[in-house]
């Protein structure tokens, strides 16, 4: 990928990259305050191309200077931007809701973002289709792999609504139990814990959608973590050029989220992954 051209007017830059594959220009209009950081001390934005070689929408990946001119752009299917209504004012209620109803909800949410499959059990249909869809907010991907109900027992989905007897089958993935108000299987996440308190202040403010730029910036040091880590003059080291960006927390989820995606991660990071 190469860059064509940028223009700043304000706090909302212009920036046209090129698409190497359909070798089409696109222009894109985006807030200052909405990019990501990226490492060494560049900016980062995601954001959807029509690619016409492959005739569907594909996720470009953009990392500019600190002028704001563009360094790199990579297409990708891998993950791509929250739904912009996903992040609808009115989800708050649904945080409110997670929040209430499951005691140690950063487990959950650490589930969802790591590609875990997080089963949602309990005797009240319409409580479990609820969390499930409240649960779809941290889907590290564009479209939620997700069924609110099911009376059959189900692997290929990540987030799954059942009953509890149905629960009882499963004998891996995350657990969240609606009767006991409890998570079970999960990992303890200091970041989401730290989150969930955040996105309650940001609801309260009526600001709601400002958490996806923070699950979006954790999707892509994860998408870069493992770029990084397949390059064999950066390797290992990889994960220590991340930590130079993210707090020890944040970095810590970031590895579990590429791991999600990307198995072998974890084994080439191993060395440095103190």
């Given at each position: 990928?190469?860059?064509?051209?940028?223009?700043k007017t304000?706090?909302?830059?212009?920036?046209?990259a090129?698409c190497?594959?359909?070798?089409?220009?696109?222009?894109f209009?985006?807030?200052?305050?909405?990019l990501?950081?990226h490492?060494?001390?560049?900016?980062?934005f995601?954001?959807?191309?029509?690619?016409k070689?492959?005739?569907?929408?594909?996720?470009?990946?953009?990392v500019l200077d600190?002028?704001?001119s563009?360094?790199?752009?990579?297409?990708?299917?891998?993950?791509?931007?929250?739904?912009e209504?996903?992040?609808?004012p009115e989800?708050?209620?649904?945080?409110k809701?997670?929040?209430?109803?499951?005691?140690?909800?950063?487990?959950?949410?650490?589930?969802?973002?790591?590609?875990?499959?997080?089963?949602?059990?309990?005797e009240?249909k319409?409580k479990?289709?609820?969390m499930?869809?409240?649960?779809?907010?941290?889907?590290?991907?564009?479209?939620?792999?997700?069924?609110?109900?099911t009376?059959?027992?189900?692997?290929?989905?990540?987030?799954?609504?059942?009953s509890?007897?149905?629960?009882?089958?499963?004998n891996?993935?995350?657990?969240?139990?609606?009767?006991?108000q409890?998570?079970?299987?999960?990992?303890?996440?200091?970041?989401?814990?730290m989150?969930?308190?955040s996105?309650?202040?940001?609801?309260?403010?009526?600001?709601i959608?400002?958490?996806?730029?923070?699950?979006e910036?954790l999707?892509?040091?994860?998408?870069?973590?493992?770029?990084l880590?397949?390059?064999?003059?950066?390797?290992?080291?990889?994960?220590?050029?991340i930590k130079m960006d993210v707090?020890?927390?944040a970095?810590?989820?970031?590895?579990?989220?590429?791991s999600?995606?990307?198995?072998?991660?974890?084994g080439?990071?191993?060395?440095?992954?103190l």
């Amino acid at each position: 990928m190469s860059k064509k051209q940028k223009s700043k007017t304000g706090s909302v830059i212009t920036v046209r990259a090129l698409c190497d594959r359909c070798k089409e220009v696109d222009t894109f209009h985006v807030s200052v305050r909405d990019l990501l950081p990226h490492i060494g001390g560049l900016y980062q934005f995601s954001t959807i191309h029509h690619c016409k070689t492959d005739n569907k929408e594909m996720i470009m990946n953009i990392v500019l200077d600190r002028n704001f001119s563009v360094r790199q752009t990579t297409i990708s299917p891998f993950v791509g931007e929250m739904f912009e209504g996903r992040w609808a004012p009115e989800k708050a209620k649904d945080i409110k809701f997670l929040v209430k109803t499951v005691k140690n909800a950063d487990q959950a949410i650490h589930g969802v973002l790591s590609g875990k499959q997080v089963i949602v059990v309990g005797e009240n249909k319409d409580k479990v289709q609820k969390m499930v869809h409240t649960l779809e907010l941290f889907y590290p991907g564009r479209f939620p792999s997700s069924i609110d109900w099911t009376e059959e027992t189900i692997k290929d989905k990540k987030i799954v609504g059942t009953s509890l007897e149905l629960g009882n089958q499963y004998n891996e993935g995350v657990i969240v139990n609606l009767e006991t108000q409890k998570v079970l299987n999960g990992t303890p996440s200091r970041y989401c814990k730290m989150l969930l308190p955040s996105l309650l202040d940001l609801g309260s403010k009526g600001l709601i959608s400002a958490t996806k730029i923070k699950i979006e910036m954790l999707i892509e040091f994860a998408r870069v973590l493992i770029e990084l880590s397949k390059d064999p003059e950066i390797g290992a080291n990889s994960i220590n050029l991340i930590k130079m960006d993210v707090s020890p927390d944040a970095a810590e989820l970031i590895i579990d989220i590429a791991s999600g995606f990307d198995p072998s991660v974890v084994g080439i990071i191993k060395e440095n992954w103190l």
